[in-house]
Nanobody, 118 residues
């Protein structure tokens, strides 16, 4: 059973930075490297929204709200996807979820909480 585990969440002041990591286990490097990875977030009382994605070729996508501040990257040798978050804002406060889309399968981590104080 594929598992995704996020880490790196915590409390940060506005203007600060956090780096989130997601490590896949029970998944081959081949399957992981061919999959599209993404970060989503869900703030209290709001629906989950897409933050950033990176496909197997390294092409990235960012939501307008984080463009220029967040950077998604992947290390296929380590089955890892990262999200570097800079210049953070209170509206970035949410639980951040790692997602892997591999073939017809869709996997989700349990989330890591990020709180940005004003």
């Amino acid at each position: 059973q594929v598992q995704l585990v996020e880490s790196g969440g915590g409390l940060v002041q506005a203007g600060g930075s956090l780096r989130l990591s997601c490590v896949g286990s029970r998944i081959s490097r081949t399957v992981f490297s061919n999959g599209a990875m993404g970060w989503h977030r869900q703030a209290p009382g709001k629906q989950r929204e897409l933050v950033a994605t990176i496909n197997s070729g390294g092409i990235t996508y960012y939501a307008d709200s984080v463009k220029g501040r967040f950077t998604i990257s992947r290390d296929n040798a380590k089955n890892t996807v990262n999200l570097q978050m800079n210049s953070m804002k209170p509206e970035d406060t949410a639980v951040y979820y790692c997602n892997a889309k591999c073939s017809t399968d869709d996997y989700w981590g349990q989330g890591t909480r990020v709180t940005v104080s004003s």
